[in-house]
């Protein structure tokens, strides 16, 4: 008797089952729909191939599917991950080993909702939940552009280093329902339109959040717009921190103007700061390119963001001091000999040239991985134009130990009104042994 009722119990617990079971594997196999399913593109108007090398631009799908000294769009970077490394990916109309056998459908799904193909699900490291805010328009000017304006490359994809299990990914598709956005961007009632252009490169093709939002445990950005106070609020990725893109005084761009937000998308720098670190790379193949009207409409949006004062403290002020009155101090003689030649005895850099260190955002972050980064290992090379910039910031991982990077970051980070802190040599020994210094050769690629 207790076993016959148990063999009920089981059978009708195993129907249930079957049933979730049956409707997971449904929706983790589904293909996303798309506007363009019924669509059969073979021929391209040359203006919505242009407008698509445009779009590319603003997406900087350069930076991640090139190497230096590969051909554009080859694929073949290395990215670090949490889980492994994983490698970019073959975007060439090349039919074997890239997208040249995709429809105007398998790219869309692929791009907005990162679904190759077959149903196979795509690493978030390409960032489809911000380019889901694409629009249709500019989806196909990108796939006009990747299959007639880019030359196709037979350069086989390189697998993942993720260790199984960690590496099935019909997992994704539960991650992709809960953390993705899944429409494209909606202009908001209220706001002009300057407003929402810049909203939707910010939010979409230019995926600023990808770096500048910091992520939840399942590796998420917590916001995916302005609605959420986390977004662009600053995050740590890969080494650096990318700093709050809202109007934080301290650490974000409540001290730039328009203006000036402008003029350091559009030449790398202004009288705060100078690119460096990942947005070199965006800079370099992406902002530079953007249009006056787009990056007017980007400082637009950004300055609409609200800081919080709580978070970012009292507003930072200068305090007037020159290093060359502390040069008992060890940490102050490494500055006074490594770096005032550039930054100044004051702190105030060099006009437009040399960045300031009075007020920098890695000098007033708690978060001290960009100061230590850089000075670990230097700069890449901002190209303006096509042409390299005459001024880089050198590595000193071979010239400085550990505890003389911190002493003097500590300085720094302690001085002219600065609050970041002290730097820990800990912190700088964990930075050197899993960070290289600056590549020489930066990823510059006229794509046509």
Known sequence: MTHSRFARTAGWLAVP???????????????????????????????????????????????????????????????????????????????????????????????????????????????????AKLSDDDVKALYAFFMKGVQPVQQANLPSDIPWPLNLRWPIALWNGVFAADTPYAAKTGQDALWNRGAYIVQGPGHCGSCHTPRGLAFNEKALD????????????????????????????????????????????????????????????????????????????????????????????????????????????????RCASCHGLDGKGQ???????????????????????????????IVTAGLPDAYRMPAFREQLSDQEIADVLSFVRSTWGNTGGAVDAQAVGKLRGHTDPASSSPIILHMR
């Open 226 to 337: 302005e609605a959420g106070t986390p977004f662009l609020a600053g995050a740590l990725l890969d080494g650096w921190y990318a700093p709050s893109l809202r109007n934080d005084h301290n650490t974000g761009l409540g001290r730039w103007s328009e203006a000036e937000i402008v003029q350091f998308l559009k030449t790398g720098r202004n009288a705060h700061a100078v690119v460096y670190g990942s947005m070199t790379e965006a800079f370099n193949n992406s902002t530079q390119f953007m249009s006056d009207d787009d990056l007017g409409a980007i400082a637009r949006y950004l300055k609409s963001l609200p800081g919080d004062p709580q978070r970012d403290g009292a507003p930072w002020q200068y305090q007037a001091v020159s290093a060359a009155s502390r040069l008992d101090s060890p940490d102050a003689h490494t500055y006074v000999t």
């Open 351 to 381: 006009a437009e040239w040399m960045p300031p260190l009075a007020g920098a955002t890695s000098a007033l972050a708690r978060e001290n991985a960009s100061a230590i980064n850089i000075t670990l290992n230097g700069s890449q090379r």
């Open 17 to 131: 089952c079957l049933v979730a079971a049956g409707l997971l594997a449904w929706y983790v196999t589904r293909e996303p729909a798309s506007p363009f399913a019924a669509e059969q593109t073979t021929r391209f108007d040359p203006g919505l191939v242009s407008r698509g090398e445009y779009v590319a631009r603003l997406s900087d799908c350069v930076a991640c599917h090139s190497l230096p000294d590969g051909k554009p769009f080859a694929g073949g970077l290395q990215m670090a991950t949490p889980l492994g490394a994983i490698h970019a990916t073959n975007v060439t109309p090349d039919r074997e080993t890239g997208i040249g056998n995709y429809s105007l459908a398998d790219f869309d799904r692929a791009v907005r909702h990162g679904v190759a193909p077959g149903g196979r699900r795509l690493y978030p490291a390409m960032p489809y939940p911000s380019y």
